[in-house]
């Protein structure tokens, strides 16, 4: 699979050209278009699979695209307004933010893991992303993507993580020292304190404090 992201940073998205007969598995409703050879299959994997990828932030159903007689073209969008990255994996795995996932080329598979208490508190629910396999991994973001080498330590807001090498080690804290109701006054919230060697992709804008703000401008609902 050949990836080219289009129209960055703001209004990202992935041109994906497939050999014939060659596949990449998909969020449910992130295909924009694609070329009249390309067939789709959509797939569960499971009642039990499809569950946990609810609990992680994702869609019960993924599909799969798969190119036939000849070179195929897939166009992928994220949710909302931003960049998209393009991660390698095989040496490297990684762990994603919840709802950062797009798709994935075969040979990569994408599966929701417990997160326990610290996914809890990154707001990305009890569960988190993990990547297996060989093969190229698709992600979206809110804003811009910043790709931050970690070589010691690393400290990132909560809300701006969108995918992590799974070598390194975190821990969620509170983003002062003073007490839970101080750190939340202070606006800041929760952060995560990455250790060892690695990478971070972070975005440049925060879903939920995004969202609260717009929220907040609209009138209330009548009725």
């Known amino acids: 699979m050949q990836v080219n992201i289009l129209y960055r940073p703001s209004q990202s998205i992935a041109q994906c050209w497939l050999s014939a007969g060659e596949s990449v ?32 932030g994702e869609s019960f159903f993924r599909n799969t695209v798969t190119a036939g007689g000849g070179q195929g073209e897939v166009l992928f969008t994220h949710a909302l307004c931003g960049d998209m990255a393009t991660l390698d ?3 490297t795995q990684w762990l994603i933010a919840s709802s950062a996932y797009v ?27 993990g990547t297996q396999g060989q093969g190229q991994l698709i992600v979206g973001a809110f ?9 010691g330590s ?5 809300g701006h993580i969108v995918a992590w ?6 821990e969620v804290t509170k983003a002062t020292k003073a007490g839970w109701i101080a750190s939340f006054l202070s606006g800041e919230g929760l952060v995560a304190h990455f250790e060892g060697q690695g990478e971070v992709l972070v975005q ?19 009725g």
């Open 143 to 151: 804003g811009a993507v910043e790709r931050v080498a970690v070589n």
């Open 165 to 170: 090498d799974s070598r390194l080690q975190y």
């Open 25 to 56: 598995t998909a969020e449910s409703g992130a295909m924009m278009g694609m070329s009249p050879n390309v067939q789709m299959t959509t797939q569960s994997g499971g009642l039990m699979s499809g569950l946990k990828r609810l609990l992680g």
């Open 103 to 129: 798709a994935s080329s075969y040979g990569v598979d994408v599966a929701t893991q417990s997160g326990g208490f610290k996914g809890f508190f990154s707001r990305a629910g009890l569960f988190i992303l």
């Open 154 to 158: 690393l400290v990132v807001d909560t």
């Open 89 to 91: 994996v095989g040496y």
């Open 204 to 222: 440049t804008r925060n879903a939920a404090e995004y969202g609260s703000t717009v929220g907040a401008l609209l009138p209330p609902r009548s």
